[in-house]
C-alpha cells in the first residue's frame, strides 16, 4: 500500500489521466484507441526530453546561472532577481520543468541562512518559468501539443502570447523588487560545464532538429530516428531523462478525449459551455487538473486555437496543481531544511493568485 500511495503522490495526474481514460473506454464500444494518440505531440515531445537531459548532463544551465550570479559578496534582491529572471528566459527554450530543476536548487542552496525570503524568491521563481514558457511553441507540453494540434503558424502563436508575454515581464519585475535587500551570508557558488564539448554541441544539434520539426520544417519521425539513434551512441542514460508519466499522462488523455468525442451528449454540452468562455474556461479548469491535461482535454471541444493557448498558460498560475512545474519546486522546497510547507503555500498561492487576476484581466480586456 504505501508504495502505491508514494507513486500516487508523485504522479496524480498520471494516475488520474488513467482511470478517465480506462472508464470512458466503458462508454464507448471497443476501438482501436491507439488511433486517438497524436504520436507527432508525444514524439517530438520525447525528443525535447532527450536533448535536454543532454543538457543537463552537461552542467550547462548551472554553469550558465553561476556565470549571471557573478562572483563574491551575493545580495538577496540582485541575487534573487537575476535567479527569477533566468528561469523565465530560460523556460523559453529549455522547458519551465527543467528551468525549475535546474535553478531553484542554486536558490534554495544560496537563500538557506534567509528561509522567509527563500520561500518568496522560490514563488517568483516558479511563477517567472510557468510565464516564460508560455512565450515559444516549445517552452511547455500544453504549448507543443496546442501548436501541432490546431496547425498553427507561427504569425498565429507569437500574435497571441507576445502582447501577454511583454507584460508578464513587467510584473515579474515589480514583484522582484519585494525581495528585502540585504547580504545573503553567501558567496555566489561556481559552476562548470561538464563532460566531452563535442557532446553539447551535439545536444544542440539534436535540439535544433527538435524545434525544426516544431515548425514542421522537418519530419517528426525523421528527428525521433535521429535522436534516438544519437543518444544510444553518446550515452544511453539520456533516456533515464525522459519524463515517462508525462508522456503516457498525454496517451490516457488523448485517449480520454476521443471517447467523450464520441458521446453526442457530453460532446454537445461541453462544445456549448466552450462556446465564448475558452479564456475563462481554460484557466478555471486548469486550476483543478492542471494545464496539461486541460489543454488536452479542451481542445477537443474547441476551435478557437488563440482563447485555449492563453487560457491554459495563464491558468498555469494560482494553484499549486495549476501547472506541474510548480509541483517540481515544492518538492525542491520540501527537500530544504526546516521547510515550513503551509507557509510555502500561502505564499505561493497569494502571489500566484494575484499574478492569475491581472494577468487574465490584461488578456480578456487587450489579447482578445
Not at 527543467?98 to 542552496?109: K, Q, R
Not at 511547455?140 to 502570447?161: C, D, I, K, R
Not at 510548480?326 to 507557509?343: C, F, G
Not at 490584461?362 to 482578445?368: E, G, N, Q
Amino acid at each position: 500500500m504505501k508504495p502505491f500511495i508514494e507513486f500516487f503522490k508523485k504522479e496524480f495526474v498520471l494516475v488520474i489521466a488513467g482511470v478517465a481514460a480506462l472508464v470512458s473506454c466503458l462508454f464507448v464500444p471497443v476501438t482501436n484507441y491507439i488511433n486517438y494518440i497524436n504520436t507527432d505531440t508525444v514524439g517530438l515531445l520525447f525528443c525535447l526530453m532527450i536533448a535536454i537531459a543532454g543538457f543537463r548532463e552537461s552542467n550547462l544551465l548551472s554553469a550558465v546561472s553561476c556565470k549571471l550570479l557573478g562572483k563574491g559578496k551575493a545580495y538577496t534582491r540582485r541575487t534573487g532577481t537575476v535567479l527569477i529572471f533566468i528561469s523565465f528566459f530560460a523556460s523559453m527554450l529549455f522547458t519551465n520543468d527543467v528551468a525549475l530543476i535546474a535553478f531553484v536548487p542554486i536558490t534554495a542552496a544560496l537563500f538557506a541562512h534567509r528561509p522567509d525570503t527563500m520561500i518568496y524568491v522560490i514563488t517568483v521563481q516558479t511563477a517567472a518559468a510557468n510565464l516564460g514558457s508560455m512565450l515559444t511553441p516549445f517552452g511547455n507540453p500544453q504549448n507543443l501539443y496546442l501548436y501541432g494540434h490546431y496547425n498553427m503558424t507561427p504569425w498565429e502563436f507569437f500574435s497571441a502570447v507576445l502582447p501577454v508575454s511583454a507584460v508578464n515581464i513587467g510584473l515579474i519585475l515589480i514583484l522582484s523588487l519585494f525581495i528585502k535587500n540585504e547580504p545573503l551570508g553567501v558567496e555566489n557558488r561556481q559552476a562548470h560545464i561538464t563532460g566531452k564539448r563535442s557532446y553539447l554541441m551535439m545536444y544542440t544539434v539534436l535540439f535544433l532538429l527538435c524545434l525544426l520539426a516544431v515548425f514542421k520544417v522537418l519530419d517528426v519521425i525523421v528527428v525521433f530516428a535521429s535522436v534516438c539513434v544519437a543518444a544510444l551512441i553518446m550515452d544511453v542514460k539520456l533516456f533515464a531523462g525522459v519524463d515517462y508519466g508525462l508522456l503516457l499522462t498525454f496517451a490516457f488523455f488523448f485517449i480520454f478525449v476521443g471517447n467523450i468525442q464520441n458521446i453526442d451528449a457530453v460532446r454537445g454540452f461541453i462544445t456549448k459551455l466552450l462556446d465564448g468562455r475558452e479564456l475563462f474556461a481554460s484557466a478555471a479548469v486548469s486550476q483543478v487538473i492542471s494545464n496539461v491535461p486541460a489543454a488536452v482535454m479542451l481542445s477537443g471541444f474547441t476551435d478557437n486555437a488563440r482563447a485555449l493557448v492563453l487560457g491554459v498558460n495563464i491558468g498555469g498560475l494560482g494553484t499549486i496543481v495549476a501547472s506541474l512545474a510548480s509541483i517540481i519546486s515544492l518538492r525542491i522546497y520540501m527537500e530544504t531544511d526546516h521547510a515550513r510547507p503551509l507557509k510555502y503555500l500561502g505564499v505561493f498561492t497569494l502571489v500566484n493568485v494575484i499574478l492569475l487576476i491581472t494577468v487574465y484581466i490584461f488578456t480578456s480586456k487587450v489579447v482578445l
